[in-house]
């Protein structure tokens, strides 16, 4: 078993929470992790993205190669075509499709969906407007992970327990409905993969 | 993988590692990619309990020293920088191999080729060979704990300080870790000699020999190192060296991570002259895959190159800059890369800027206002979030160099005849190595102005202490500014007219003048606000 995921948004988004979770499963499932993440000045809205790796055997390289990836979780719906470079022709991109606008020339969205609509196997999600049903629209990165969780070869329950891990201190109400939220974008991606 | 493992940045395996490992004192100033050991070891119950020293120092050079002075006294030091961070702590470093140790002293300078979040990617393995100590590069997570755990014995057996050497790829990933037993801190001991620190030329000769004649033990204990291991292999058409995490991006190319030439991985230096040989002459040519510069390629090859083909950087196999990935690694073997879809031309760059609301932004705007009367050219910046004023909307500002730079280079600018000149340093900057400086424009009465954006916050790594806090004017004046010239301003738009209006008149003054724009930088607040509703006291602006 090896998945390779690039998670992609923009400085202050907070694509690490999304990291954090599958990096709790992987652990809890006893799986090597390997997961690289940019500090520093491109935190400040500039475009970040994360390497995370797993597998059961151990792993090399803290850097996926190009064209390996398995999968790409995008927070932004521009990010996650920034590392198309990265994913194997047989692999998910699963975006956001609100679009975080902090540059003058940011492109026309129906542009950016039909490069979406490109590559092969794509889940465009409304994680934001998913989010809010849910019950908090803070929640729209488990939405997306949610998303995610089809495509990542660890099981669902392991996943939900390290949303549990995740937010277990901030109280069983915002565990429940992180969990609500991790469950409707699963079910989004059910219905339209 | 075994669950009492921790998941660990490299950063914070190496913190662990020395808290573990017998940690007396950190002493650090906030620098990507390095920021996260002090971080770690400041939110370390274990290290709180231990007693640790874990506060910010105002620059590299006073962590540096107080690291030493802390060795002197017998207990085991950490000093934490990124590289550029070590050209400071530089005279300090250098002395501290002549000097030698008594506690243990570990050095971590964390690199970042293709400078991410810097202004060059020079490889700190130079300064390590410069001042002839050993380094420790780790190529994995486990390493670097281990390094840090083992490196205080290391650097008390050889009686020299031990330079951990990371990039930003080991600094900033993360990945299962396991400790070893907590060895006990060091007793308060002195050096057995009294003259052993005393660096006068007499003394330091004796020592400088000293150091000379220990370089073929720290040899032989590379030789020895299972971190510097010669892996076998079949094809022995090539030969390749890697050194710290270039090894990774090796074998990653291969299935089950098996190479079919030899290689010398390489991760304590000094490098190991019987395994380098035993590998040259086992082999028809050598690849050198080294995260840096050239540093290994240019030793083995030689100056004049007459031995056998070496492939490297110096011969354009690798590119000269920049950092490594798997992909740069396999086109240097002949290897196919199949890269994914191209990045669609409607992809936008998306740089990094300024948080909106940001102080900065006003100080920018009024003094772009201030200054259209004279021709551009004349503001010269510094290290900081405010280094984004270069960028659009604002254009604001001519220079970036070293920390501290803004206010020196504005008064040798207004020395050519550039007057005005103007600077502008953030807060953590400016008792950085600032305040030198104005000390060098009070004493001639420069005609600069300087703008010392105050966030109260060491804002671009992440919002760390700033060491001046509510002292800065005092500053000013004790340094010799005139009080008439230092004016505290609140950048809010609001005070765009009055700004404006200060600016140009403390720009037109002949002489020092020093202007605090103040408002706290707006992620800390937000920080402070979250914390302080937590706790359900009252938020005051």
Known sequence: MKNDIILAGVGGQGILSIAAAIGIAAVNSKLYIKQSEIHGMSQRGGDVQSHLRISDK????????????????????????????????????????NPFINIPDYPNADELLNQIKNVRK???IDADAIAKEAGSSRSSNIVMLGAASPFIDIPFEKIEEGIRQLFGKKGE????????????????????? | ????????????????????GGLSGIYAYPGTPSTEIMEYVQGSRQAAELNIHRQWSANEKTAMEAAIGMSYAGKRAMVCFKHVGLNVAADAFINASITGVNGGLIVVSADDPSMHSSQNEQDSRFYGKFSMIPILEPSNQQEAYDMAYAGFELSERLNVPVLIRITTRMAHSRAGVQRGEVKPQNQLRLPSDPRQYVLLPAIARKNYKKLLGSQSAMEFISEQSTYNQLIHGTDKSLGIITTGIAYNYLIENYPDHKCPYPVLKICQYPIPRKQITELYNSCEKLLVLEEGYPLVEEMVKGFLNIGKTIHGRLDGTINRDGELNPNIVAKALGLQVNEGQLIPEVVRNRPPSLCPGCGHIDVYTDLNEALKEYEKGRVFSDIGCYTLGALPPYNAINSCVDMGASITMAKGAADAGLVPSIAVIGDSTFTHSGMTGLLDAVNENSPITVIISDNSTTGMTGGQPSLATGRIVEICKGIGVHPNHIKVVTPLKKNHEENVRIIKEEVAYHGVSVIIPQRECIQTFARRKKAEKKSQKPVTD
């Open chain 1, 122 to 124: 794509h889940i465009a």
């Open chain 2, 1 to 20: 993988m075994n669950n009492n493992k921790l998941l660990l940045l490299g950063d914070e395996a190496i913190a662990q590692g020395a808290i573990d």
């Open chain 1, 58 to 97: 151990p792993i090399a390289s803290d850097l996926i190669p190009a064209g390996k990836a398995d999968l790409i979780i995008s927070i932004e719906p521009m990010e996650g075509l920034r590392y198309l470079p990265f994913l194997s022709a047989t692999g998910w991109l699963v975006t956001n499709v």
């Open chain 1, 173 to 193: 109400d915002v565990v429940e409905l992180n969990l609500k939220a991790f469950r409707m974008g699963r079910a989004f991606s059910e219905k339209n993969r």
